[in-house]
């Protein structure tokens, strides 16, 4: 995937931009917050139709109108095209997009998602709360999936609902009132988690050649999904909604009193091992950041094996200071065709072989495009 | 701005109006304000009788200004099946389909705990009545195909299943998460002819 056109009317401080970047490799550089962050999230949207910073559309809109417009002329494989999206900031106002000019509901535009991007925060993932793996299996593995996002939305929103009944009823909660979210929360919550193993599963033989590339032989990685149901080495997907069922079924008495949904993918998590020791408690800060750049890059590459082309690579400030790890991660996402967009405070140093253009961002504008 | 004079009174007004927000209020307020005295007034006559004149059909529960309905007093319609919708707007846009020939029930929402709705706010014992009475065979969940739609659905299915009425739901054509107002009358055919058995 290669974006060849970016066209931006009042994406946050980009108040007007038509860009078209360098097949290849991008160096965006500036001063902070001239909007370089900015530019990948809008790149990120044209290629995703969401946001890796926010969850609500209208935050991308600038404060200087009520309407913004988004808009990339795309290469894929063997066809071009032009995805665009108009955002609407008054109440009610919501999200449109468009392929080639004709408005499409976003499931239909977006599969597979065409981008993989990697900011500062990701790097707190093995060490951060569950939630933070849970976000990046559910952005990054969860575009390999077709239904993946429309089950995941909709079990949050059946999870929503059976909270407040709960809540509103608790122990009173009638068998009547709740079985048509129980339904539900079975049916989509089953779905997700056996998405989420089945891509891990897919990924995994990747991140072991990344993982082991980065650190040069030496360190080996495993993973293991961890489930609020008491999943087994047996359990097959078609059993899994009756595991949950039975689940919930034992433990309701608990959520009428918690008042809330204690058993499903919302509660799950993902742990890794470094030679067989848990990355999150023995792993040493490097280690961690090594593994969190390996995931990346073996979802890169993962996405060419899947669908024999490279997604767009969006790159937040995390190869600033070149480590030895992070510059030959680096070389691993150079080595394939993959388009790469890298900003950086600072001028990046060292030699792309002619293959890309250096930009300057500076108030919300693209100005240069050194070789 | 006066916070409690006339032209503020007219903006909150407006803004309780759903979809509309304080700016948007603001504009339509002001917008009134600058057309000539007539404007509001055949606004306000409008508003005023529509309310007065419409009301629920004591059948379908349907919006109307003659009771019963004018569908519902149809003889050339299907009195055995009948399709369950949410809303008003629904109606209409089955009927624009013209897949469709038995009568309707308007629920006026769906089953929704973090809104406060549940089956006592919606015209579910209206159908129960219906359905004890009326010869009905055949009984069709249109409820929209979102989580909220999908509840009331399976929530009605289970409610009627024992009376050994057959209870289908619109299955094909809609696409994922769209409500049936944005269906176009084609697919909503198509949906109508591929329903499938509940339960
Ligand atoms: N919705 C918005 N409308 C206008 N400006 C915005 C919006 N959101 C963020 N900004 C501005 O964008 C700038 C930050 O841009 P960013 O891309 O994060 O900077 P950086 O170049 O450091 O990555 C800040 O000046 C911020 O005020
Ligand atoms: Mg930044
Ligand atoms: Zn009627």
């Keep these: 995937m ?18 078209s970047p360098h097949p290849f490799l991008n160096i965006l550089s500036g001063n902070n917050a001239q909007g370089k962050t900015n530019l990948l999230e809008a790149i990120f949207f044209c290629t995703t139709g969401r946001s890796f910073r926010t969850r609500r559309d209208k935050e991308m809109i600038g404060w200087a109108g009520q309407e913004c417009f988004a808009g990339a002329e795309l290469e894929g494989l063997n066809s071009s095209f032009e995805i665009s999206a108009r955002l609407n900031a008054n109440a009610g106002g919501r999200t449109t997009f468009l392929l080639n000019g004709r408005r499409q509901p976003r499931q239909k535009i977006f599969r597979p998602a065409m981008s993989v991007s990697f900011t500062p ?14 976000r990046w299996i559910d952005l990054d593995l969860g575009t390999f999936d077709a239904r993946y996002q429309h089950s995941l939305e909709s079990f949050e929103r059946v999870m929503t609902q059976r909270n407040n009944l709960l809540k509103n009823a608790g122990r009173q909660t009638t068998r009547e009132l709740l079985e048509p979210w129980n339904e539900q929360m079975f049916l989509y919550g089953s779905r997700v988690i056996e998405a989420r193993i089945r891509l891990l599963k897919l990924l995994l033989p990747h991140l072991r050649k990344v993982f082991s590339v980065l650190t040069s032989g030496k360190e080996e990685i495993s993973l293991k999904y961890l489930s609020s149901l008491p999943l087994e080495k047996g359990t097959k997907p078609e059993d899994l909604r009756r595991l949950y069922e039975e689940t919930v079924r034992k433990g309701f008495v608990r959520e009428a009193e918690r008042q809330q949904t204690l058993f499903g993918p919302h509660r799950d998590d993902l742990a890794f091992f470094i030679n067989g020791e848990d990355a999150r408690k023995y792993g040493s800060r490097g280690q961690q950041r090594t593994l969190v750049i390996a995931l990346k890059i073996s979802v890169v590459k993962m996405f060419f094996g899947e669908y024999g082309d490279y997604p767009v690579v969006l790159l937040d400030d995390v190869f600033l200071e070149l480590d030895r790890h992070r510059q030959k991660g680096l070389e691993e996402l150079l080595e394939g065709e993959a388009q790469v967009f890298i900003t950086s405070n600072r001028r990046l140093d060292g030699s792309f072989g002619g293959r890309g253009k250096t930009y300057t961002v500076a108030g919300g504008k693209v100005i240069g495009g050194e070789e | 701005m006066n916070g409690a004079g006339p032209i503020a009174r007219l903006v909150d007004q407006f803004a309780r109006l759903p979809g509309i927000g304080p700016k948007t209020a603001q504009r339509l307020a002001f917008h009134i304000l600058n057309e000539p005295p007539e404007t509001a007034r055949s606004l306000a006559r409008a508003l005023v009788e529509a309310r ?10 349907d919006l109307t200004d003659g009771d019963p309905c004018a569908i519902c007093r149809d003889p050339r319609r299907n009195r055995e099946v009948i399709c369950v919708v949410e809303q008003p707007r629904d109606v209409m846009a089955v009927e624009k389909s013209r897949g469709f020939r038995g009568l309707y029930h308007v629920l006026h929402g769906a089953i929704s705990p973090m809104s406060g709705v549940g089956p006592g706010e919606l015209t579910i014992r209206e159908l129960m009545e219906r359905l004890a009475k009326d010869g009905v065979r055949e009984v069709i969940l249109a409820t929209n195909p979102n989580v909220e739609g999908d509840a009331t659905a399976l929530y009605l299915a289970r409610l009627i299943k024992p009376s050994g009425i057959r209870v289908t739901r619109l299955a094909h054509g809609l696409p994922v998460g769209a409500s ?6 084609m697919t909503l055919s198509k949906a109508l002819e591929g329903r499938q058995d509940l339960g």
């Design chain 2, 52 to 61: 007065e004149k419409v009301r629920r059909c004591s059948g379908c529960c």
């Design chain 1, 2 to 19: 290669i974006v060849r056109r970016l066209m931006l009317r009042n994406f946050r401080n980009l108040a007007d931009l038509c860009w």
């Design chain 1, 121 to 134: 925060a990701d790097l707190e993932m093995v060490n951060g709360s569950p939630s933070e793996r849970r």
């Design chain 2, 180 to 185: 049936l107002e944005y269906a176009d009358e």
